[in-house]
Nanobody, 124 residues
Framework: QVQLVESGGGLVQAGGSLRLSCVGS????????MGWFRQAPGKEREFVAA????????SYVDSVKGRFTISKDNAKNTVYLQMNSLKPDDTAVYYC?????????????????WGQGTQVTVSS
């Protein structure tokens, strides 16, 4: 069993930056592919970014490429999402998720564990 806790959300102006953190407990992160997802009001949850369990490869949704960076610190059992040049369209609740031995193409519904989410609000 893995417990995930996100933090780092908040209110920021357009063009600003935030860094989200997701700390895991229960099992080491080293064998987990980690993903970030988000859900805006009235919309379905969508994939944002993922990092392969080895930490060597990443994947991003097109709308955040060049602005967001996902990283993983296995020693700290923590995954990060650095978000730069934020836009109002990035406003959402952001969730981290873990998939044991997952791939970068693991579907959302196949992730094993989820955090409770952290709110990100970008004002124009």
């Amino acid at each position: 069993q893995v417990q995930l806790v996100e933090s780092g959300g908040g209110l920021v102006q357009a063009g600003g930056s935030l860094r989200l953190s997701c700390v895991g407990s229960g099992r080491p992160f080293s064998s987990y592919t980690m993903g970030w997802f988000r859900q805006a009001p009235g919309k379905e949850r969508e994939f944002v970014a993922a990092i392969f369990w080895t930490g060597g490869s990443t994947s991003y949704v097109d709308s955040v490429k060049g602005r967001f960076t996902i990283s993983k610190d296995n020693a700290k059992n923590t995954v990060y999402l650095q978000m730069n040049s934020l836009k109002p369209d990035d406003t959402a609740v952001y969730y981290c998720a873990a998939k044991s031995w997952g791939s970068l193409r693991t579907p959302e519904n196949e992730y094993d564990y989820w955090g409770q989410g952290t709110q990100v609000t970008v004002s124009s």
